[in-house]
């Protein structure tokens, strides 16, 4: 089992900034790939970027190159996302996910999901 734990959401202004972790416990990572996902409301939870543990390798969504960026800390066993110039429309619930034996490009095509956190609001106002 893998437990999840986000923070770092928070209410800022468009052009802001803010960055959102994700620690990680219960199993070593090496063999996983993390993953940020949102769900704004009365939409499907989509996919935002994901990362391979072991390699590094990352994968973002159209919607957010450039502007967010994830990284990992391995010490830690945390997972970060940066995100930078936010709109509006960032606004959703952020979740963390993680999934075994996946790369970075397949966490943003797989429907399913190993594990998930409780998601951290991220509210982005005009």
């Known amino acids: 089992q893998v437990q999840l734990v986000e923070s770092g959401g928070g209410l800022v202004q468009a052009g802001g900034s803010l960055r959102l972790s994700c620690v990680a416990s219960g199993r070593t990572l090496g063999t996983y790939a993390m993953g940020w996902f949102r769900q704004a409301p009365g939409t499907e939870r989509e996919f935002v970027a994901a990362?391979?543990?072991?390699?590094?390798?990352?994968n973002y969504a159209d919607s957010v190159k450039g502007r967010f960026t994830i990284s990992r800390d391995n010490a830690k066993n945390t997972a970060y996302l940066q995100m930078n110039s936010l709109k509006p429309e960032d606004t959703a619930v952020y979740y963390c996910?993680?999934?075994?034996?996946?790369?970075?490009?397949?966490?943003?095509?797989?429907?399913?999901?190993?594990?998930w956190g409780q998601g951290t609001q991220v509210t982005v106002s005009s």
């Open positions: 990362i391979r543990w072991s390699t590094g390798s990352l």
């Open positions: 996910a993680a999934d075994k034996l996946t790369t970075a490009q397949g966490m943003g095509v797989r429907k399913i999901h190993d594990y």
